[in-house]
């Protein structure tokens, strides 16, 4: 997958997460069962540990689809810093979302 093709995947999730029009894709114990040996998201996101901003609801993905990385107030440190460069450069992810926060 393009870094274009992970990115409009992500916003068509999420234009059905904002129309409350969810598929849930790839949640399931079966599709969970595939991943215990791998993984192949195809985005990494770095974004806020608010509660209330769930990445894979606001972009309605499932189980092994993004690679997330949370923190207070999108604070960095190495460790942070580590898990990004992680998830580009172990996983393959060809897609690096900074997710801001709004209201």
């Not at 997460?17 to 849930?24: E, G, I, L, M, R």
């Not at 192949?40 to 309605?60: K, Q, W």
């Not at 092994?64 to 999108?74: D, I, L, P, S, Y």
Request: aromatic share 6%; with cysteine; proline share 5%.
């Amino acid at each position: 997958m393009t870094p274009q093709q992970a990115l409009e995947h992500l916003m068509e999730g999420n234009k059905r997460f904002v129309a409350d029009t969810p598929s849930h894709p790839n949640q399931n114990s079966k599709h969970r069962s595939t991943l215990t040996d791998h993984q192949h998201p195809y985005a990494t996101l770095f974004g806020c540990a608010d509660s209330r901003v769930a990445a894979e609801m606001i972009f309605d993905v499932g189980l092994g689809e993004m690679f997330v990385v949370r923190t207070a107030g999108q604070v960095t440190d190495a460790l942070t810093i580590g898990s990004l460069e992680y998830g580009a450069s172990n996983l393959g992810t060809p897609l690096l979302i900074v997710l801001g926060h709004d209201s």
